[in-house]
Every structure is written in structure tokens, then in C-alpha cells.
């Protein structure tokens, strides 16, 4: 790899050693479970399929395991950079010291943000072009939905979520897992499956596999409609899930009439449900509410 020796990696040994010397415990409410295999990380780097010239926005480095291969592919393509964005104010001012010490040639390629990824609106230097993160199980849809919407230059990305919420992202219309996070990127995104990470690679050891999803960024549907306006659909069509979509738009329509007119009127079935719909179908919905 580029500007990085196998050595140079992050492992169990070293993870602790970082952890017990900062006298850090990972933190539950902050979702940390910090990758400690080395292989996984570096699996991850490839799979990313960095560009000349990217910039990649790493949400929640922690110790830097992922930070490293993402810095040395991000060199090996050329001209790359890694902006990394923690929220705890102890790994924010470890990562730099890390990447210097382990390696010092690639550290120009890396800006750390002490920021909270889901709240983020401006970030130091060039735009973020894609995203490529171990993201908390929390929060992970919330942080992906934000960083999209507000940084237009994401183009695409790569994440590693707990595999449900995976499976949930990248479902399907007719899926028994599609819902409001599958709607909802699908807006952004073309998103898929793009492989399964076990739980053991994690320290602490989470109770659950996670898994990787990747999308690829292209234009909304041509409706004429905004953002918010498909979402309000979104989140109305799929707030009773077992009700047909004249009885779960009511309250967006403003009765159940209104909502099988706007129905009818954007060529869609009032009897079908939620789930039967992909974003362009939600998009006329919004257009002809």
C-alpha cells in the first residue's frame, strides 16, 4: 500500500495501547466500537474506490484504523486528501499526533474537524467528493441523509452500518425491510449491498454483524418538487405501514378524498401501500398533492 507498511496499521495491541494511554473506555452513547483488524480496514480503503483528486469525508475515525488505509489510497490514486470528522475532543487531538507517527508522509493528505457529523454544515478546505466511514449504529441514516443533503459535491461512498440498518438502506420497493431510510437515499443515491463485516473485527465485540453499503449519487426525479415536500410523503405513506395509502395520507392530503385525488391524479393505485413505491411514484404524489 502506498506510503504504508502492514506495520504501520492499527491492530488490537495498538488499539489498546492508544486507549489505555489516553485512559479512554469506548463510549455507548456515542456508538464507538472501533475496528480492530487490520485487514478489514484496509479491504475497506480498496473497495472505496478512491479517485485522483478525492476528498474523503470519514465520520467518526476514532483511533484512525480506517483514517490510515483511506490516507494511503487517497496517495496511491494521487493528489487525494481524508478530512475526518470526530466528535470526541480526545481522538479528534490524538488522530493527527497517529497518522505523524506512523505515517509521517502522508500526514499533509489529513484534516481532523472536531465536529458532530449530523450537524455539520461547513467543513475547512476543498469539498467533500465521497464518504467513507465506520459509522455508529445510532445514528448512521440520520448522519448519511445530512451529509448528503448538505454537501451537494458527494458523489459516492461507502459506509459500514450494522447490517440491519445495511439491509434497510439498500432495500428495494416491495422489500419487506423498504422503508423510510430506503426512500429516502434512494432520492440521493443509487445505493446497494456491498458486503457483510463480522462482529468480532470490533472492539468491543457489538452484538450484532455490520455490513457495507455503497451508493453512487445522481439527480432526483424531475417532478417539480422539492426535497421536503417528497419526504412529508414519505414519511406520511409510511407511518402506518399496514394502511393503503388513501388511509395513510389523509393527514398529508388533508382527508382521505384529497389523498386519493392527489393519488389518482399522479397515476398510482390508492389500495397499494407504502412499499410498492419507488422515489419517482412518491415524487408525483408530492407534485400533484
Sequence with gaps: M???AASDLLGPTEIRELAARLDLQPAKHLGQNFVVDAGTVT????????LPGDVVLEVGPGFGSLTLPLLAEAD???DGQVLAVEIDP???AELPVTVATRAPGLAPRLTVLRADAARVTELPGDPPTALVANLPYNVAVPVVLHLLA???SLRRGLVMVQAEVADRMSAAPGSRVYG???AKLAWFADVRRAGSVPRGVFWPVPRVDSGLVAFTVREPPASGVGRDQVFAVIDAAFSQRRKTLRAALAGWAGSAARAEQALRAA???PGLRGEALG???FARIAAAG
Excluded: H, K, N, Y
Design 2 to 4: 502506498a506510503g504504508l
Design 43 to 50: 479491504r475497506i480503503a480498496a473497495q472505496a474506490r478512491l
Design 76 to 78: 496511491r490514486v494521487g
Design 90 to 92: 480526545v481522538l479528534a
Design 150 to 152: 448538505t454537501f451537494g
Design 180 to 182: 423510510i431510510p430506503s
Design 267 to 269: 397515476g398510482i393505485d
Design 279 to 281: 422515489i419517482e411514484e
